[in-house]
């Protein structure tokens, strides 16, 4: 037998005590209870009890990762379908912008629940005029049409968003930028079931993260889901600063660009005289922006957010927590969940679509000129595993 044969044969046998010395045994029920791991996905399952006093059965799988991106789509169309529209609209400029369905024509039957909150649905239809940022909370009159991207509003969808950004790129100075991730903390996916007869039914699904935090932009041409941003409104008068509103506001629904409705409408602070003198109170916060709120506002920072996520189902759906954060109820259809837990932050006067392009990116023709808001020290950077 050769040397190396020898060493072969003694490794061999060292291996073959080595597992006899440490099989596997079973453990008892206190070993299991000392004993720690960590596993990529998480299952869990809860029963949550929902508005009509029915309950659904809940499945989440969670991934245990630190998801890093930086990302630009063209864009994202979800649900395109047909939806009744909507009757009874008492809310919003007008008061026949925001539509509740709460008296619907029985010929709907199974498509109330259905029923688009806008009337015309979508949007769509309108004069141009309800299509113009507010001077007040925008700092100019200007046709939606005009703004960098143009605006396409479309009645025959529930998600419309062109134009999105997943990070920022960050202009340095001398020819050099800097990229900026958008993070999420433990993704996860979510189902939700129907256990009430003998067969188990899937009724919706969801896909979000526990936490996302940076800067995040889009055009919205027309959106369905909960939309709740924390406003800071800096108001300017021909480039001289007046002061500031300071607000919350519910701009979401089915089918809609985002009408304010005072009965929804939170004023937190008034700062200026002259401001003083215009606004009071929701109401005369409508009186000065009674058109549609969304499209101009296309920044957006996600401050460590838990209501972050986009679902379907085929009913409304009271989704379970996350991270002790309960969100609103969801809507039939696909529908997108920002804000709610006070994580989604705006400014109206910065809201400039952010930039993510470098030049020579056709984007970057019309978005490079834009200054990305936010403060420097408080942007998300890259982990240290990408820095090395």
């Not at 935090?213 to 007046?242: C, H, K, M, R, W």
């Not at 460590?304 to 009271?318: E, H, P």
């Amino acid at each position: 037998m050769t040397i190396i044969n020898r060493i072969i044969t003694a490794f061999a046998g060292v291996l073959l005590l080595v597992s006899q010395l440490h099989a596997m045994q079973a453990m008892n029920e206190s070993e299991l209870a000392a004993t720690y791991g960590q596993a990529i996905f998480e299952v869990s399952e809860n029963i949550v009890q929902q508005e009509n006093g029915s309950e659904l059965n809940m499945l989440r799988i969670t991934m245990g990762a630190h998801i890093e991106i930086n990302a630009n789509v063209d864009e994202l169309a979800l649900g395109r379908y047909w939806r009744p529209e909507g009757t009874n609209c008492t809310g919003g400029a007008g008061g026949d912008k925001v539509c509740y369905n709460n008296v619907v024509p029985v010929d709907y039957d199974d498509n109330i629940a259905w029923a688009c909150t806008a009337n015309p649905c979508g949007s769509v239809g309108l004069g141009e005029a309800e299509y113009e940022s507010s001077l007040l909370t925008h700092g100019s009159a200007t046709s939606f049409f005009d703004y960098p991207g143009g605006f396409e509003p479309d009645a025959g969808v529930d998600i419309k968003l062109r134009d999105i950004t997943m990070g920022q790129a960050i202009d340095v100075g001398g020819g050099v930028y800097e990229l900026t991730p958008f993070v999420q903390d433990n993704p996860y996916i979510e189902f939700a079931f129907d256990e009430s007869t003998a067969a188990q039914k899937l009724v919706g699904f969801r896909v979000g993260a526990e936490n996302s935090y940076g800067y995040q932009g889009n055009i919205i041409d027309v959106i369905s889901g909960f939309i709740e941003p924390t406003i800071t409104a800096e108001i300017e008068l021909i480039g001289i600063g007046l002061g500031s509103l300071e607000l919350e506001a519910f701009l979401g629904g089915v089918r809609t660009i985002g009408w304010l409705d005072s009965s929804n409408l939170t004023l937190y602070a008034v700062n200026g005289a002259l401001v003083n003198l215009l606004v009071s109170d929701p109401e005369s916060v409508l009186d000065e922006s009674p058109t549609a709120q969304l499209f101009p506002v296309q920044s957006n920072y996600l401050d460590n957010t838990a209501a972050f996520f986009i679902s379907m189902g085929t009913r409304s759906i009271q989704w379970s927590e996350v991270q002790g954060f309960s969100p609103e109820v969801t809507s039939p259809g696909f529908w997108l969940n920002m804000g709610g837990d006070g994580g989604l932050i705006s400014y109206t006067q910065n809201g400039d679509h952010p930039n993510n392009y470098f030049p020579g990116h056709p984007n970057f023709q019309q978005y490079g000129a834009n200054t990305n808001y936010g403060n420097a020290s408080t942007r998300p950077s890259w982990s240290q595993t990408y820095n090395n």
